[in-house]
């Protein structure tokens, strides 16, 4: 294809050969710069992908336009990036983060979602033309444009089904199944918002749930994964745990306590309200029954979990639960083992000597 090519035309193509080098230079400095930004802007991306346009490719452009570009950097999208995301809002998070890093040239540069068209979901990219800031890198990689895509993921998955159906085959598609088409696409716009709209609410509510444990109205908030791991966060159990650690002056190994949320379901708890009186009304004891498992050992090193699991079989045990109630409540932490029917039978011996049991 290339031998069709006018003069200016194969000029332009030798110039990308001996650019090689340097765009593969530039795609990795621009991906580079690109992952350290999300990373410091702790935003989330389904994947970077980066490539050079081939020497094919380059040749097919030049066929049809060649006689558009007077140099090989009039070529806007030799180097492509393109950023696919979980969300429609983390586009534009993603596109001002953009515009700190790099230097856009806003009049090559195109918003496809401001489009509006049925058909055009799956194109809908922000596409932005960039060169590397001056400080960044020497003069000749600063001349070198580069394309910047950004998309969300419903939208990278449907341009790749259509190509697939529409393009691959070099048919055109029967209106019928345009129809179809379209209306998928139409589906997958709002499930893109859908999706984006969740996750601002559920910030949202994490927000307030958060504001609400700080301000100590537990009472208000329900039990669920989210609330206890909030409630978590403001360390509520630390007292107990340096009291208890204080015992054999032993070291914190820090551990989740998520594990526990089916427990103080199964107590019955409804909010955190509920998880807090439990706290409260057996920290002395669970700590009684560490001071009983420790005091004549030389162990050094204790779980951060030690002084929640100890409240935890306190409360079975004062309400009755006895070895069968301590046996699910293992099960319940640890995972079903014959293993923990001894935990229980040991656990049942040592909480015998202690007051709170007579």
Same mark, same amino acid.
């Given at each position: 294809m290339s031998e069709s090519l006018d003069f200016h035309c194969q000029m332009i193509l030798d110039e990308y050969r001996q650019s090689l080098p340097q765009l593969e230079k530039l795609r990795q400095l621009v991906v580079k710069t690109l992952y350290e930004a999300l990373q410091r802007n702790g935003i989330i991306v389904t994947t970077i992908e980066s490539r050079i346009k081939t020497e094919i490719s380059l040749t097919g452009k030049l066929v049809l336009k060649g006689n558009k570009y007077a140099s090989l950097n009039d070529i806007t999208d030799i180097l492509g990036t393109r950023i696919v995301t979980f969300y429609t809002d983390d586009v534009d998070r993603i596109a001002a983060m953009a515009e700190? #890093?790099?230097?856009?040239?806003?009049?090559?540069?195109?918003?496809?979602?401001?489009? *509006? /068209? %049925? $058909?055009?979901?799956?194109?809908?990219?922000? *596409?932005?033309?960039?060169?590397? !800031? /001056?400080?960044?890198? $020497?003069?000749?990689?600063?001349?070198?444009?580069?394309? %910047?895509?950004?998309?969300?993921?419903?939208?990278? +998955?449907?341009?790749?089904?259509? *190509?697939?159906?529409?393009? !691959?085959?070099?048919v055109e598609i029967p209106q019928e199944y345009m129809r179809q088409m379209n209306r998928l696409a139409g589906m997958?716009?709002? +499930?893109?918002?859908?999706?984006?709209?969740?996750?601002?609410? #559920?910030?949202?509510?994490?927000?307030?749930?958060?504001?609400?444990?700080?301000?100590?109205?537990?009472? $208000?908030?329900?039990?669920?994964?989210?609330?206890? *791991?909030?409630?978590?966060? +403001? !360390?509520?159990?630390?007292?107990?745990? !340096?009291?208890?650690? +204080?015992?054999?002056?032993?070291?914190?190994?820090?551990?989740?306590?998520?594990?526990?949320?089916?427990?103080f379901k199964a107590f019955g708890c409804k909010t955190l309200g509920d998880v807090n009186k439990i706290i409260k009304n057996y920290a002395d004891n669970a700590y009684r029954l560490a001071r009983h498992q420790l005091g004549n050992t030389d162990i050094d090193i204790i779980s951060s979990a030690l002084g929640l699991q100890n409240i935890c079989i306190v409360c079975i045990l004062q309400q009755g639960g006895g070895r069968i109630g301590l046996r699910r409540f293992y099960d319940a932490i640890n995972g079903e083992s014959m293993q923990n029917e001894m935990l229980a039978d040991i656990t049942f011996k040592q909480a015998q000597q202690l007051p709170f049991m007579n």
């Open positions: 700190q #890093i790099f230097d856009i040239d806003w009049d090559n540069s195109v918003d496809k979602r401001r489009l *509006h /068209q %049925l $058909d055009s979901f799956g194109y809908n990219s922000l *596409h932005y033309i960039c060169r590397l !800031k /001056q400080d960044d890198c $020497d003069e000749q990689l600063r001349n070198i444009p580069f394309e %910047l895509q950004l998309r969300t993921t419903l939208q990278h +998955a449907w341009a790749a089904i259509n *190509h697939d159906i529409g393009y !691959k085959t070099g997958l716009e709002m +499930a893109d918002d859908e999706f984006s709209r969740i996750r601002t609410e #559920i910030n949202d509510y994490r927000r307030r749930v958060q504001q609400l444990v700080q301000n100590g109205k537990l009472d $208000d908030v329900q039990l669920d994964g989210d609330t206890f *791991h909030s409630y978590l966060e +403001a !360390k509520p159990l630390e007292q107990l745990t !340096k009291r208890i650690a +204080a015992i054999n002056q032993a070291e914190i190994q820090e551990v989740s306590l998520m594990p526990y949320l089916p427990v």
